[in-house]
């Protein structure tokens, strides 16, 4: 079966440029507005377009250590994306997933 692509997507011609210093200092002021709550990053749709593997480094560097995701998978991502740094938080919002086993798939994560 062979799909056709969307005419609007081979179409355009936009580029999204992201800058991840950016990201970051408006992580640094938000925290200094919630201050002394702690505040949080949402990074579920894979960071809402802009990477979980580029965004939760760069918001974890700017001083974030607590994570929200909708799904597992993207819990796992963040983590691998954090693996070196283990004093992160990663709350997953849609809870347990149906089928999956909670001590492997969320505790072994840290999620």
Known sequence: MHVQPCPALTQSSGILTIDLAALADNGRLLAA?????E???VVKADAYGIGI???APAL???GCRHFFVAQLSEGARVRA???PRPQA???VLNGLQAGADPHVDYCEHGL
């Open 33 to 37: 507005r919630a201050a002394p709550a």
């Open 39 to 41: 505040c949080a990053a």
């Open 53 to 55: 593997e580029a965004a």
């Open 60 to 62: 974890h560097a700017a």
């Open 81 to 83: 994306a954090l693996a």
């Open 89 to 91: 938080r990663i709350y």
